[in-house]
């Protein structure tokens, strides 16, 4: 399973990628399972990161 942490993405962009996953499902291609959590900001990102 792919895994990605995305800094400067938005709820718009997460929905294509989600939307484009679907469809390829759909069509009948295999689509590999992905997590992803996109922050907007690095601010966003360090306010939940721990030492």
């Known amino acids: 399973m792919k895994k990605a942490v995305r800094i400067g993405g938005s709820l718009n962009q997460a929905a294509r990628r989600v939307a484009a996953a679907w469809y390829r499902a759909e069509r009948g291609e295999k689509v590999a ?7 907007l900001t690095w601010s966003a990102l360090a ?5």
């Open 33 to 39: 399972p992905q997590d992803t959590v996109t922050f």
């Open 47 to 51: 306010s939940v990161i721990t030492d």
